[in-house]
């Protein structure tokens, strides 16, 4: 099937979108949609974060595991949420040890698009969510895209930064060849966890020394006041 995706993504992954499992998902979202069902995020952001990632332009991956299920929130890409809605918790969180680890003041939004556009995928495991029902779409085929889209960054690029946050990232840690490419983990950014090792981890800074020693351009992790 042809899906809207950016062309060096759409060459990697042209062989997923004609699998059966992927077929799956698009019904499956369909069937919800003509059911009434709201879906997170909106369609034209589904692929965010491949859009504004090229496959040669990344960097580093952030993952996430679902979508924000709340209105405006969720816009493709983990963690961030659109301009004008308030930062969720875990986000905060990570803005926080931003400002401890570099320095950096507490942004007044949530939008991540700017990380982003320097090479840093915000993959989240599961790329859509039901409205208002966590892990809604866990089960539906998106892990197995996604955890493509890991072994391909990690088989076909080198010197990609890995950062894995909690349990679940850290459970696609088998995915990524740590021989060409470096990998940093820590407990979620959830209040649940953060203090269990997320802050003081400093994998802001620690991504940005690991890139330059490689002859990498850092990454500039401001937002903005």
């Not at 060459?11 to 369909?30: A, D, G, H, R």
């Not at 320095?103 to 939004?109: C, E, N």
């Amino acid at each position: 099937m042809d899906v809207k995706i950016e062309p060096s993504w759409k060459e990697i992954l042209k062989q997923e979108f004609s699998k059966p499992y992927f077929l799956q998902i698009v019904n499956f979202i369909k069937t919800e949609k003509l059911a009434g069902k709201t879906i997170y995020p909106p369609g034209q952001f589904i692929f965010n974060a491949f859009n504004t990632t090229p496959f040669d332009r990344v960097k580093v991956v952030i993952l996430g595991q679902d979508p924000y299920h709340g209105p405006g929130q969720a816009h493709g890409l983990s963690f961030s949420v659109q301009n004008g809605i308030p930062p969720p918790p875990s986000l905060i969180n990570i803005f926080k040890e931003l400002r401890s680890d570099i320095g950096l003041p507490i942004p007044s939004h949530g939008n991540l698009t700017h990380w982003a556009e320097q090479g840093v995928l915000l993959l989240n495991a599961s790329l859509t969510v039901r409205a208002n029902e966590p892990m809604s779409h866990s089960k539906i085929g998106w892990s197995e895209f996604t955890d493509t889209v890991i072994s391909k960054i990690s088989e076909l690029r080198k010197d990609v930064m890995f950062i894995l946050w909690g349990k679940f990232a850290q459970e696609k840690q088998a995915l990524v060849d740590e021989t060409r490419h470096g990998l940093l983990k820590a407990a979620h950014p959830s209040p649940f966890s953060a203090d269990k090792g997320f802050f003081g981890c400093r994998h802001f800074s620690k991504t940005n020394e690991w890139l330059v020693k490689r002859g990498i351009d850092p990454i500039d992790w401001s937002l903005g006041g």
